[in-house]
């Protein structure tokens, strides 16, 4: 039996990852602020991660075979989970983001090499604490902890870089509601001149992802993201069908989104002025089998939206 920590993981594909661990025989510990409780049969510590003298109390003298670290956004975090761990655990599982390569604008879908955490500079002084201030460079909070986790000594980690996620009925993000609403209404979706596609996952592979990670022995940074791109008019085709299916398109008869240019800062979510494809190449040769994103995206359309399959 796997001892296993799981930090924050209170909603969506946490919750998820939790249940599979329990079902696979797992000891599970859930590190939150006790704002959730953790699924039945998981031992609940409250303690807040920003806060080092309280997560070394409520750890105790616990220690674990693995840690997934859901909720590290800063370097900050990085570098206390890093200093409270140390010796206390084998392997480091972080989740982290496809915004570490906001910089990396390439037509084809880019590899883990794209951004090496070894060579991103780290600066701790930087307003963290902020929550506008950390919402506004999340890619960049994301690149700095993971540089934190990769510097010497070793530490051993893993830096599990996710696209973006749909699906569930709770998916909390509001993201396709945001399009089904403009489609019913025939109000326009705001795209910069030339919109970029990006690579998506669905909720229940996400966690499927992390809970074969968990098991694995490999360290470094990983994508994970389902087969094939996506660009912003196909998804929204699929939320059209998905309103169309369920017999509830606001009387728009399969009416089809609007998009018009609008400005850098009032673009709708999944307009991208850059690529974000992310080739998954390596966690495939791993051994994880991933589904075609175009496969599953009518189901997370109609589930997110509560209409009939």
């Known amino acids: 039996m796997r001892e296993v920590c799981v930090i924050g993981g209170s909603r969506y594909f946490g919750k998820r990852l939790i249940g599979r661990l329990l079902s696979a025989g797992d000891r599970v510990t859930v590190v939150n602020r006790g704002s959730a409780a953790p699924p039945a049969g998981a031992v609940h510590l409250v303690a807040d991660r920003d806060d080092e003298g309280s997560l070394v109390r409520a750890l105790g003298s616990r220690a674990f075979d693995v840690v997934v670290d859901q909720v590290c956004y800063t370097p900050v975090q990085a570098q206390i989970a890093r200093r409270v761990f140390a010796g206390r655990v084998r392997r480091y599982v972080m989740t982290s983001t496809v915004e570490v390569y906001e ?13 090496d955490p070894r060579t991103v500079p780290v600066d701790p002084g930087l307003p963290w604490g902020d929550p506008e201030f950390r919402d506004a460079h999340y890619g960049e909070g994301k690149r700095q902890a993971e540089a934190v986790f990769a510097a010497e000594p070793a530490f051993p980690y893993v830096a599990v870089r996710v696209a973006h996620v749909l699906g569930g009925a709770d998916d909390f993000t509001g993201r396709l509601a945001h399009y089904a609403e403009r489609i019913r209404s025939g109000e326009p ?6 919109n970029r596609p990006a690579t ?32 912003l008019e196909e998804l929204c085709e699929a939320v059209s069908g998905g309103l169309v299916a369920g017999g509830e398109d606001g009387g728009g008869g399969g009416r089809a989104a609007v ?23 390596r966690a495939t040769r791993l051994g994880f089998t991933f589904t075609r994103t175009r496969d599953w995206l009518p189901h997370a359309v109609t589930e997110t939206l509560g209409t009939p399959h």
């Open 103 to 115: 910089y990396e604008d390439s037509a084809d879908p880019v590899g883990e090499d794209a951004v």
């Open 189 to 194: 979706v705001a795209v910069p001149a030339v």
């Open 259 to 281: 998009f018009r240019v609008g400005p850098a800062d009032g673009l709708s979510p999944f307009a991208f002025t850059r690529s974000y494809g992310m080739d998954n190449g």
């Open 200 to 231: 998506y996952i669905h909720v229940e592979e996400i966690a499927d992802f992390l809970a074969w990670a968990v098991g694995e022995e490999f360290t470094g940074p990983v994508n994970a993201a389902s087969h094939g791109v996506l660009g």
